[in-house]
């Protein structure tokens, strides 16, 4: 039993149904989701979108749900939305009186409307130096005073494929040829781009969401094409 086992196991005396914040797609996430279903009762699964119901989101979700009878997803919008209609981002209506919310505020909501009080997060020491001065105010992975849990602080990306790899879970999502999923990032072409080639209904969702995205996906077109100018 590896440490984010014995974590989870550890909160698993206090409670049988925990929230699971996750990416769906990530490989945090995925591995997160296996171990959540196996040790947990019941999994109530935060998904937090920036654009509603795309495909290749919902599709993973649906194989989730088929594999682990114990976990439903909560689809919530992303807390980064509010900033986003405060100035206007992407072509968003404007509205400067836009309450802005935060992630705390999103797990709050989410507790409200499951009745849970626990909540797993797949942040790790190594995603970033703040992350990890975060984190290492959590020895045992678990912040007492608000019921959050971070299984997979002292994990690497490395270690975290390599369990994917060993429990046969589907692979995480890239949307670059080399590296790792970044989430829904409409400012990066190659990200349009994937939606393009790959699920071409889930950009035409998000040009509908965000119309200044048509915008940077064409002009990227337009460059690859006239690389002159």
């Known amino acids: 039993m590896n440490n984010a086992e014995k974590i989870l196991r550890t909160?698993?005396?206090?409670?049988?149904?925990?929230?699971l914040f996750s990416s769906v797609l990530g490989k945090d996430s995925i591995l997160l989701t296996h171990y959540c279903s196996?040790?947990?009762?019941?999994?109530?699964?935060?998904?937090?979108?920036?654009?509603?119901?795309?495909?290749?989101?919902?599709k993973y979700q649906r194989f989730f749900e088929r594999r682990y009878p114990n976990i439903k997803y909560l689809n919530?919008?992303?807390?980064?939305?509010?900033?986003?209609?405060?100035v206007g981002y992407l072509g968003l209506r404007k509205d400067p009186k836009q309450k802005a919310y935060t992630?705390?505020?999103?797990?709050?909501i989410a507790r409200d409307q499951t009745g849970l009080r626990w909540s797993v997060y797949g942040m790790k020491k190594s995603d970033s130096m703040n992350r990890r001065l975060q984190l290492n105010g959590y020895p045992d992975g678990i912040c007492h005073a608000s019921n959050k849990v971070y299984p997979l602080k002292d994990m690497t990306n490395k270690q975290v494929i390599g369990l994917?790899?060993?429990?046969?879970?589907?692979?995480?999502?890239?949307?670059?040829?080399?590296?790792?999923?970044?989430?829904e990032d409409l400012e990066n072409p190659n990200y349009l781009n994937w939606l393009y080639e790959n699920y071409p209904e889930d950009l035409m969702k998000t040009?509908?969401?965000?119309?200044?995205?048509?915008?940077?996906?064409?002009?990227s077109e337009y460059y690859k094409?006239?690389?002159e100018g």
């Open 207 to 219: 040009f509908e969401a965000f119309p200044g995205t048509k915008t940077i996906f064409y002009e």
């Open 11 to 19: 909160v698993r005396q206090e409670t049988g149904d925990v929230i």
């Open 76 to 86: 919530l919008p992303h807390y980064c939305i509010s900033s986003f209609v405060k």
């Open 103 to 108: 992630l705390a505020n999103i797990d709050q």
């Open 164 to 183: 994917i790899d060993y429990y046969r879970l589907p692979k995480p999502v890239t949307y670059v040829e080399y590296g790792q999923s970044s989430g």
């Open 225 to 227: 094409e006239n690389p």
């Open 38 to 58: 196996l040790i947990f009762r019941k999994v109530t699964v935060v998904f937090m979108y920036i654009v509603k119901d795309l495909e290749h989101v919902m």
